[in-house]
């Protein structure tokens, strides 16, 4: 009796909201794609997938094992057949061709026939893997219930860990998303630490707090959870371009109709495999009988006044360097190592059970508290040079140099990149002579992403998973990667080996290869719903903090030519909101939008670096009051970040009684 009433206290915030047709509609033309994923988290597990039309989830043509030659064949069967039906041949069939004709509309057309042969995909099946999260589970339900009540949001939010990473708090993505709520790192800074000493993304606790202020501002701003929800994979710049393009909010429309360079499979698939989590929780006894939860560890906090060694703290407080790790989990590799001391003030966890009653901190002598951090040792990267030669000049290793800067295998190093080393690095170079950097190469570039989230070269294909299954040989069958479950192992560290062509690859010149820049701004910008492209027109939107200088200044031109082409006085300023014509006779579009969006991302990095997002405060306007008192004097905003959360606001026309939303800014510690 004890244990049934422990499981319904923790299935009950979603059992009583269940599926509200209102908040988290079910659109009859995404059915198909919510029983596709139903079938993929229920009913196959991690040894075994489906081959499918990627685009038409109704289309599933067969299940094979989860092997490279099982795959490519089914692959090469499926599109042979295709092609024999796309070419009109309705005679004379297999049984195989038979089969798959039977799985369209009859009288389906040749067109149609032949663009499935290109269409082909092979997904993962999930059903061991969601039963891992749905025990997993168990230790955090109560905090995101909590979280979530503190927010006013709706509950059934609390189940976004079985789409992002099946509940695993140690998670990281291909796209180096981090943590059970899988944040990537310009994101993820709006409203946690992240850092070489603190991630807090990998802290299960913080990061609920961080994930559910993300889609509160994605609903704010977006006005529907499921535009909000898919804008937690795609961005709510990437959504709110979606809205202009197709002139609507329904997503049904968007998902069929929306052709983004970036909205690729997973992005069109993250709402559908929501709801399809949503149906498994409020049934689970059906789906998974026998299921049984972890507990949730109870955890004592204590804040050292003062720096402190990783290794003497714990033997200080008796418990394991090991067991101090595993639940300080946002503590980077660079604590544990003895290369930075555990930040002052920082709440470490201990384990209620393990450690004496009493003022933990009255444990902790003076004699181990520093009042300052150990110092960074840096390195600027220089022309030729790769993380290689890097490595051998500063006797360490690549891998050691990947993980205390949070390197990731895509992002290379760029020319003037600033590298932390290791401590004691600065002994070693000073005791060798310099190693000459390497004969000036051409820009390295970097392959363009297939999705969102493109495929880590050295790493056998992922699909739709939480951890490697071991395979014969590796698949390269350049397939794209569902980043929602493509996640790396169980208790997998971010320093993951480095494939050899990223140890020699030399520094990128961002200026030169600018496409990449684009792409990589593109992402650091993901949760900014401003408009940074130039239209068809060569005209843009003028944001928050830009000049006519700045736009000369990325032009290559004169400030009075801007006003020449736009007739516009010597006194006459640029408005936010307002559209200016360009002139591009010195610089192509993609150079302007990458000295934009490197001049914007500079701009955020700084601020999110000294402040951090707590939640929203609603503001209705008064008599005599106007925006940029409001936003400076009182709620410390800057315009660029109040027009994110409010896009449509006219900051001219202020009415008395309108709602602003701003965001709750906290000072970082």
């Known amino acids: 009796m004890r244990r049934f009433l422990f499981l319904a206290i923790l299935i009950w915030p979603l059992a009583a909201n269940a599926q ?25 597990n991690t040894r075994n997938g489906f081959v499918h039309d990627a685009r038409d989830l109704s289309v599933i043509y067969e299940t094979v094992p989860y092997n490279q030659r099982a795959i490519s064949n089914a692959r090469n069967r499926t599109r042979d057949d295709l092609r024999v039906l796309g070419s009109g041949q309705r005679t004379g069939l297999t049984a195989g061709q038979q089969e798959i004709l039977a799985l369209f509309p009859e009288g389906v057309s040749n067109r149609t026939l032949n663009n499935a042969a290109s269409n082909i995909r092979f997904q993962l099946g999930q059903s061991d893997r969601f039963l891992g999260g749905l025990r997993r589970s168990g230790a955090y339900r109560a905090h995101i219930r909590q979280v979530i009540e503190e927010k006013g949001l709706p509950q059934e939010l609390g189940i976004l860990p079985h789409v992002e990473s099946s509940f695993n708090p140690g998670a990281v993505s291909s796209a180096s998303a981090a943590g059970m709520w899988q944040f990537g790192r310009a ?15 990998m802290d299960p606790y913080i990061a609920t707090y961080a994930a559910m202020s993300l889609l509160e501002y994605n609903y704010s701003i977006l006005g529907t959870w499921p535009l909000a929800l898919t804008a937690y994979n795609h961005g709510a710049g990437g959504m709110r371009r979606a809205v202009r393009e197709t002139g609507t909010t329904d997503i049904e429309t968007i998902i069929a109709d929306y052709r983004g360079r970036l909205f690729g499979f997973a992005s069109r698939n993250f709402y559908a495999q929501f709801l399809a989590v949503l149906q498994i929780e409020n049934d689970l006894d059906h789906y998974f009988a026998g299921y049984t939860f972890d507990p949730a560890p109870q955890f004592r906090e204590v804040r050292v006044d003062g720096f402190v060694e990783s290794r003497a703290l714990a033997e200080t407080l008796g418990v394991s360097h090991a067991r101090l790790q595993a639940d300080n989990p946002a503590l980077r590799a660079a604590v544990w190592d003895g290369d930075k001391r555990i930040p002052r003030g920082y709440p470490v966890k201990l384990r209620a059970g393990e450690v004496p009653p009493g ?40 891998s050691r140099l990947v993980a205390l800067n949070q390197l990731t295998n895509r992002h290379r190093i760029q020319i003037g990149q600033r590298l932390l080393l290791p401590q004691g690095s600065e002994q070693a170079v000073a005791a060798a002579p310099p190693e000459s950097a390497a004969p000036e190469p051409a820009p390295a570039t970097l392959a363009p992403p297939p999705e969102p989230v493109p495929e880590p070269p050295p790493e056998p294909v992922q699909i739709a998973s939480n951890e490697p299954v071991r395979i014969e040989e590796p698949i390269s069958s350049g397939e794209p990667i569902l980043p929602p479950a493509a996640v790396l192992p169980d208790d997998q560290e971010l320093d993951a080996p480095v494939s050899g062509e990223d140890e020699l690859a030399a520094a990128i010149d961002p200026i030169l290869d600018v496409a990449q820049s684009n792409r990589i701004l593109s ?65 192509n579009v993609a150079g302007f939008e990458r000295a934009r969006r490197a001049y914007h991302a500079g701009l955020q990095q700084e601020f999110f670096g000294n402040y951090h997002i707590q939640g929203v405060i609603n503001h209705t306007v008064a008599a005599n009051e106007n925006i940029s008192t409001l936003a400076s004097n009182r709620y410390l905003t800057p315009i660029w970040l109040l027009r994110q959360y409010n896009p449509g606001l006219d900051m001219n026309r202020l009415q008395i009684g309108q709602e602003i939303v701003f965001p709750r800014l906290q000072p970082v510690q």
């Open 20 to 44: 509200s047709t209102e908040l988290f509609p079910r659109p009859p033309e995404i059915e198909p794609a919510v029983n596709f994923w139903l079938k993929v988290y229920t009913e196959i």
């Open 187 to 201: 994101t993820g800074q709006r409203f946690m630490r992240i850092d070489h000493i603190v991630d807090e993304r």
């Open 359 to 398: 003022d933990l901190l009255a444990l902790v002598p003076d004699s181990l508290k520093f009042s300052e951090q150990t110092p960074d040792v840096e390195h600027i990267v220089a022309r030729g040079e790769s993380l290689s030669v890097i490595a051998r000049r500063y006797d360490t290793s690549v």
């Open 523 to 587: 992402a650091e910008l993901a949760a900014d719903p401003s408009d940074y492209d130039v239209d068809g027109r060569n005209t843009i939107e003028v944001q928050a903090e830009e000049t006519l200088g700045h736009y000369a200044d990325w032009l290559g031109i004169r400030a009075q030519d801007l006003r020449r082409i736009n007739n516009m006085a010597f006194r006459d300023p640029v408005i936010v909101g307002e559209r200016l014509r360009l002139d591009f006779s010195q610089v």
